[in-house]
């Protein structure tokens, strides 16, 4: 069965320091986003990326987040500068239409010390 | 916004029991509602979901009713198994958008 493939698994990095999350989404889906869920806290929508380009996003996801499709497989949240409170699960996910039937990664938990 | 509300926060029952998760949201324009499912170690597993314009739907052990007018909706489990055992979230989305608005889990024991 295709899945979502998040790499690392797990990420520690010193605040400020720049991070750089990967997934390769499911091959025939055309939607992609990112989630994220502080330990304790409900799951969170970040952005959702369609077309080659960012088609919504929350009032988290601002200037230090960005996402890129450098190529046909690969989809990346990047963090400039990490803040402590960046430190959560965050899961990658793809669907073949919007907003449904998303399918989600295992996620990379980012610790940010 | 949507804000998405689900209890219990944590539900125990006996295996072969049934379960029943309930969820209300706060928008009404709201017409996409999934259940996922979480595993430990894993990300969360669409299991079943619906949309506005249906009240109910099945799919073997699992269903989902949904109350527009109330503006909560249920995921119902029978016959429990001991691999039902997870968290399972609840959530909502509009037309108009792409989020999902999630609601906070509700950890799932069955006990043998």
């Known amino acids: 069965e295709p899945e979502v493939t998040q790499t690392p698994s797990h990420q520690v990095t010193q605040m400020g320091q720049e991070v750089i999350l990967r997934c390769v989404p499911i091959?025939?889906?055309?939607?992609f986003y990112w989630y994220r869920q502080i330990l304790g806290q409900k799951v969170e929508f970040l952005v959702s990326?369609?077309?080659?380009?960012?088609?919504?996003k929350s009032e988290i996801f601002d200037d230090q987040f960005s996402v890129e499709r450098p190529d046909g497989s690969n989809f990346t949240l990047k963090i400039r500068s990490t803040k402590l409170e960046d430190s959560a699960m965050y899961f990658c996910?793809?669907?073949?239409?919007?907003?449904?039937?998303?399918?989600f990664g295992s996620g990379t938990q980012l610790s940010v010390l | 916004g949507e804000n998405v509300e689900q209890h219990p926060s944590t539900l125990s029952v006996q295996e072969g029991d049934s379960a029943v998760i309930k969820c209300t949201y706060s928008?009404?324009?709201?017409?996409?509602f999934p259940w996922y499912k979480q595993e430990l170690g894993k990300g969360p597993q669409l299991i079943i979901d619906?949309?506005?314009n249906v009240g109910e739907k099945k799919d073997q052990r699992i269903a989902v009713t949904l109350n527009k007018t109330a503006k909560h909706f249920s995921l119902h489990i029978t016959e429990t198994q001991p691999e039902d055992s997870a968290v399972y979230f609840c959530?909502?989305?509009?037309?108009?958008?792409?989020?999902?608005?999630w609601g906070a889990g509700t950890k799932l024991i069955i006990k043998p």
């Open positions: 990326f369609y077309n080659n380009e960012i088609s919504e």
């Open positions: 091959s025939n889906h055309l939607y």
């Open positions: 959530a909502a989305s509009k037309q108009s958008n792409y989020q999902l608005i």
């Open positions: 928008d009404s324009a709201s017409n996409y």
């Open positions: 996910a793809s669907s073949e239409q919007g907003n449904e039937k998303l399918f």
């Open positions: 619906i949309r506005s």
